[in-house]
């Protein structure tokens, strides 16, 4: 089976706030620039980031007022609202009022400039049925945005953001260690979905555990990345890393494993 139906993305939590396996330091607003700029220049036409990751929609926002309207059509840029961040604490926190979801809405567009993507943050049954995120998705609309997604964590939203016709979109982890939303990405498909599946790596645990060669790490993200192409989908694989050299080896190591795919 051909897989040129799935692509690979950016996951930019990185580029914001630590995050992963070896939780460092975030990268200077230089190198950020840098690295988005690399990877739109390696046709990544995909970028997701969110509220809640620090300052990654401010460091986005900065590269995309760099493009032309031509450019900028060239890609999506999708972020989450629902979960946020506080600068004060340098902690995420969970908020799902409409109130709360229309401000955090308002800073992302006013960091972004426009919002191709609106997904929901730390979806729950419970607020993927609440009239507040129904209001919370009419002012989205209002605003322009008509493409709308849920980024999950538990099968039964999962089952729910499958059957609406609300969301086109659906996001979760989905890697070696933790396969658990195979069955979504079934239904997903047969909902015509498009699917983002993040974490390949397991947030960088599966490269760098102690017990593993640096060594044989091409051949883990081959591996890794095989694992998940072994599913039919169409969407993306959401790459986390904020290294362009990291991210030249992930576009390789995906490249091997869709050709031996085929």
Request: hydrophobic share 40%; aromatic share 10%.
């Amino acid at each position: 089976m051909l897989h040129s139906e799935i692509k690979l993305g950016l996951g930019l939590i990185g580029i914001g706030r630590q995050w992963g396996h070896a939780d460092v330091e975030v990268p200077e607003e230089a190198r950020v620039f840098d690295f988005l700029k690399g990877a739109y220049d390696l046709n990544v036409d995909f970028f997701d980031c969110a509220a809640s990751y620090g300052s990654s929609e401010e460091r986005l926002g900065s590269f995309l007022r760099t493009l032309s309207r031509e450019q900028r059509q060239r890609i999506t840029v999708s972020t989450k609202f629902g979960d946020h961040w506080d600068d004060k604490t340098r902690n995420s926190y969970v908020d799902h009022s409409f109130k709360a979801l229309r401000a955090s809405l308002d800073r992302s567009l006013s960091s972004l400039g426009e919002i191709d993507v609106l997904q929901l943050h730390k979806t729950t049954p419970q607020v993927l049925k609440s009239d507040d995120l129904r209001r919370a998705l009419d002012y989205a609309r209002d605003k322009g945005i008509s493409r709308f997604g849920a980024s999950v964590s538990d099968l039964e939203s999962g089952r729910m953001v499958c059957e609406s016709d609300v969301f086109s979109i659906i996001q979760f982890p989905y890697n070696l260690e933790n396969a658990r939303f195979g069955e979504i990405i079934d239904l997903a498909e047969e909902k015509h979905k498009l699917v983002l599946t993040n974490r390949p790596f397991a947030m960088g645990k599966f490269l760098y555990d102690e017990d593993r060669q640096i060594a044989d790490k091409k051949a883990r993200q081959i591996e890794a990345y095989a694992f998940i192409l072994q599913k039919k989908f169409h969407g993306y694989i959401l790459s986390g890393t904020k290294s362009l050299g990291h991210l030249r080896e992930n576009i390789e190591a995906f490249r091997i494993a869709s050709q031996a795919a085929i």
